[in-house]
Antibody, heavy 121, light 110 residues
Framework: EAQLLESGGGLVQPGGSLRLSCDAS????????MNWVRQAPGKGLEWVSS????????YYAESVKGRFTLSRDNSKNTVYLEMTSLRADDTAVYYC??????????????WGQGTTVTVSS | QSALTQPASVSGSPGQSITISCTGS?????????VSWYQHHPGKAPKLIIF???KRPSGISDRFSGSKSGNTASLTISGLQAEDEADYYC??????????FGGGTKLTVL
């Protein structure tokens, strides 16, 4: 059974940095698109970033471009989201999600439970 | 990229059918056949219920169906059940390699 487990969330000051991890089991992250999606308190889901399966093409939402970096370690079967220059509006639950295929736009069929990031002084 | 437009809330009685709309533009919903729908119970992980406009993942009840006409995608839930009460989100590929979600619809089963 495919599963995802996020970690690395916490409280960070504005301007600070944080690295989220997403450990996968039951499938190879190298074969599928992997995505990060967030949900701010009281708000809806927001796409953050994606990496295509079997490729190194990475895509970002405008709101995080230049500040967040998605990476993938196939040997550890883990995906990361490096977040820098954090702002209050980055406060959210961050979900890692597996793509249903190598293309990241087809849909996300396995989701983690999420990790909470709070940006506050 | 602006969020896709969904009604904030819909409601129905057990056994009834409801439809949730998701309106975008020629830059997303209207051009690409990759609208997906997610069911989200607060505090839990979102769940994929429709992908590629109208396909159901294995294990998803056939009470859930997806369709699209022009720039508007729709999710229909038939035979409403209490456990269907949740938030529902649509998502589409949009130009410039982005994904865009709808604002979400809260379904209340009366």
């Amino acid at each position: 059974e495919a599963q995802l487990l996020e970690s690395g969330g916490g409280l960070v000051q504005p301007g600070g940095s944080l690295r989220l991890s997403c450990d996968a089991s039951g499938f190879r992250v190298s074969s599928y698109a992997m995505n990060w999606v967030r949900q701010a308190p009281g708000k809806g889901l927001e796409w953050v970033s994606s990496i295509g399966g079997s490729s190194n093409s990475i895509y970002y939402a405008e709101s995080v471009k230049g500040r967040f970096t998605l990476s993938r370690d196939n040997s550890k079967n883990t995906v990361y989201l490096e977040m820098t220059s954090l702002r209050a509006d980055d406060t959210a639950v961050y979900y890692c999600a597996k793509g249903i295929a190598a293309g990241y736009y087809y849909g996300m069929d396995v989701w983690g439970q999420g990790t909470t990031v709070t940006v506050s002084s | 990229q602006s969020a896709l437009t969904q009604p904030a809330s819909v409601s129905g009685s057990p056994g009834q059918s409801i439809t949730i709309s998701c309106t975008g533009s020629n830059s997303d919903v209207g051009t690409y056949k990759v609208v997906s729908w997610y069911q989200h119970h607060p505090g839990k992980a979102p769940k994929l219920i429709i992908f590629e406009d109208n396909k159901r993942p294995s294990g998803i009840s056939d009470r859930f169906s997806g369709s699209k006409s022009g720039n508007t995608a729709s999710l229909t839930i038939s035979g409403l059940q209490a456990e269907d009460e949740a938030d529902y989100y649509c998502c589409s590929y949009a130009t410039f390699y982005t994904l865009v979600f709808g604002g979400g619809t809260k379904l209340t089963v009366l």
